[in-house]
């Protein structure tokens, strides 16, 4: 059983008509009609909608049609939280030696114990705190506000073979990382299908075209959405 009958059986179930439906999603009639006739499909947003209507999960309403449906996790890398952490405590502890150095120079010069050579140098000094001050600002500032992509650290290795499907991990390397959950679906139709991946908090992470199922071999996921933290 396709989308679109799948669609229609749980239309029907709850006794609504298409006008109904079309009106809780938003959509026309007529997009009801084609996608119950397989001749286009919603979006993924309005497909959510879907299953929050009829309280159904998105197996529900593509197992059917699905030849292999993998479950697992994604895990990505996200930047090292500790040069954060690194960052401010240099940046504070250069802050202090630079006033407390400022406040000894200014105290000294008013004093006539000590050469001007030994002044002047605590100067440059002084000078030389500040402009490291002003460095490790800089190099926090661009770290904190440089993009966060994540940083891929499982390589899925995909194989199908007459619909049977085989997932190889390779880890790359160990992060701190994020952890996704999703489920993969492959749709065939004759030799062209297409994978959609979804994340548990319903974000869309790729769509893409397969031509020739079989000559499907890797699969690269990046993301750009918080999630659960957890450690590897």
Same mark, same amino acid.
């Given at each position: 059983?396709?989308?679109? =009958? ?19 999603? $938003? ?5 009801? /009609?084609?996608?119950? $006739? ?22 529900? @309403?593509?197992?059917?049609?699905? !030849? ?30 630079? @006033? ?21 140098? @605590? ?14 600002? /800089? ?24 619909? =049977? ?15 996704? $959950? ?17 994340? =548990?908090? =319903? ?11 079989? !000559? ?17």
């Amino acid at each position: 059983m396709k989308f679109g =009958n799948r669609l229609r059986h749980y239309r029907l179930e709850h006794n609504m008509s298409q006008q109904e439906l079309a009106s809780q999603l $938003n959509v026309t009639s007529q997009a009801i /009609s084609k996608w119950e $006739n397989n001749i286009s499909e919603p979006e993924f947003q309005i497909i959510q909608k879907i299953t929050e209507i009829f309280k159904i999960s998105h197996d529900d @309403l593509f197992v059917g049609e699905t !030849d292999v449906l993998y479950k697992g996790s994604i895990y990505t890398a996200s930047k090292d939280t500790r040069m954060r952490m690194y960052y401010d405590f240099f940046l504070g502890l250069t802050a202090i030696l630079s @006033l407390a150095l400022m406040i000894t120079t200014v105290y000294i010069s008013t004093l006539e114990i000590l050469t001007w050579h030994f002044t002047f140098g @605590l100067g440059l000094l002084t000078l030389y705190m500040l402009f490291l001050l002003f460095i490790v600002s /800089s190099w926090r500032y661009k770290y904190k506000k440089s993009p966060s992509e994540l940083l891929d650290v499982y390589q899925d290795k995909i194989v199908v073979n007459e619909s =049977n499907l085989t997932i190889y991990d390779y880890k790359i390397k160990k992060f701190e990382i994020r952890k996704y $959950n999703f489920y993969t679906s492959i749709r065939v139709y004759e030799d062209t299908g297409y994978l959609k991946i979804w994340t =548990n908090d =319903n974000q869309i992470i790729m769509v893409r075209d397969i031509k020739e199922v079989h !000559d499907l071999k890797n699969v690269f996921f990046k993301m750009k959405s918080k999630n659960i933290k957890e450690e590897y």
